[in-house]
T-cell receptor
């Protein structure tokens, strides 16, 4: 079972920041937080991941709370093309290529 | 574009038939993982191949089998198809990580299988 809890759906106005929350209260010290998104009927797209520090790349920012029990994915200027299902995944970081365990994710609708 | 390719894009089969799906990993990647995504659900892990061997397996029956070739490409085979096998089948590629590290998996576009 997925170790994360996300809202089922969210709306965001085009051009505004989209803030997607994720709860992972049982996360262990050796587990990363990964974010993927899936645009309708396509393969999931990797967005960003982090362990305990905040991370930023060209797509998004990841803010992880100090106790690591929750995180927020921020899309700074949402566009219509950001409409997708966003998955927050907790994944063990030790040796071996551990599988991704997906929940149902958050369906983000960006509205013009 | 993540560089992972899958074929075919769509496939229609009937119950009881067998199907083979193919995946070519991103350049530089040596590990292939397969996932099944039913309509309205998140992807579920089927199995993972590295060095031509199945390394990890999810909760899927042995009707689901696979293979990895020396060039790291992979096949997913499903025997005795059931209606419930209708799904999007996703391939993800990655490198084997150094000890204590996590390597990102990159997904292909998927193969949509319909079983009638």
């Amino acid at each position: 079972d997925a170790k994360t809890t996300q809202p089922t759906s969210m709306d965001c106005a085009e051009g505004r920041a989209a803030n997607l929350p994720c709860n992972h209260s049982t996360i262990s010290g050796n587990e990363y937080v990964y974010w993927y998104r899936q645009i309708h009927s396509q393969g999931p797209q990797y967005i960003i991941h982090g362990l305990k520090n905040n991370e930023t790349n060209e797509m998004a920012s990841l803010i992880i709370t100090e106790d690591r029990k929750s995180s927020t994915l921020i899309l700074p200027h949402a566009t219509l093309r950001d409409t997708a299902v966003y998955y927050c995944i907790v994944r063990v970081s030790h040796s071996g290529n551990t599988p991704l365990v997906f929940g149902k994710g958050t369906r983000l609708s960006v509205i013009a | 574009d993540a560089g992972v390719t899958q074929s075919p894009t769509h496939l229609i089969k009937t119950r009881g038939q067998q199907v083979t799906l193919r995946c070519s990993p991103k350049s530089g990647h040596d590990t292939v993982s397969w996932y099944q995504q039913a309509l309205g659900q998140g992807p579920q892990f089927i199995f993972q191949y590295y060095e031509e061997e199945e390394r990890q397996r999810g909760n899927f029956p042995d009707r689901f089998s696979g293979h990895q070739f020396p060039n790291y490409s992979s096949e997913l085979n499903v025997n005795a198809l059931l209606l419930g096998d209708s799904a999007l089948y996703l391939c993800a590629s990655s490198r084997q990580p150094p000890t204590g590290r996590s390597e990102t998996q990159y997904f292909g576009p998927g193969t949509r299988l319909l079983v009638l």
